[in-house]
């Protein structure tokens, strides 16, 4: 298996023990940020041999947790982030992704297309954070922290 292969998540699931209702927009979102992330990511758990990895997203006591196993789930380890640094950055992004979908259905192209940019902005702000806070944890690429930072904004949602 090549490096890549080794260094990859194979499966993600999000631990939705307390699971709401969400809009249509949001669960597509999950969905593409799922699909897109198996497609292709790149993972690395700080001292790992290699993988690929099976990873539950999760929220428990406040805090994000990434549960990692090998594919054949064999635990590898788990990486727990404080909420805290990322509320700002998630609240502004369902701000703007509220006003994006709403703006889609009668907003002039001008509008819709700056409001897209600023949640793209946003967005990448929020990868951006999770890289961060994930140095010397876990290394990844650039679009796999971003399908990972849409899914911390799903899971949220249930708080």
């Known amino acids: 298996m090549t490096e890549a292969g080794r260094y990859r998540i194979a499966s993600i699931e999000l631990d939705e023990r307390m699971l709401v209702r969400r809009t249509r927009q949001i669960e ?24 690929p990895y099976k990873l539950v997203l999760g929220i428990e006591e406040g805090r994000l947790v990434f549960d990692i196993a090998l594919e054949d789930a064999t635990p590898h380890g788990r990486v727990v982030l404080s909420l805290t640094p990322f509320r700002r950055v998630v609240k502004d992004y369902f701000l703007i992704c509220e006003s ?9 192209p001008a509008q819709i297309e700056t409001l897209d940019m600023s949640r793209r902005s ?3 702000e929020g990868s951006e954070l999770l890289a961060e806070r994930l140095k010397g944890k876990i290394g990844m690429d650039r679009d796999t922290a971003r399908r990972l930072f849409t899914l ?6 249930k708080g």
């Not at 969905?31 to 001292?47: C, H, K, M, Q, V």
């Not at 994006?100 to 002039?108: E, K, L, V």
């Not at 911390?152 to 949602?157: E, K, N, Y």
């Open 152 to 157: 911390i904004c799903v899971l949220h949602l």
């Open 122 to 124: 946003v967005h990448d």
């Open 28 to 51: 597509q979102e999950r969905e593409i940020a799922i699909y897109d992330l198996l497609e292709a990511n790149s993972f690395r758990p700080e001292g790992s041999a290699g993988g």
């Open 100 to 108: 994006y979908f709403n703006a889609i259905r009668d907003a002039p």
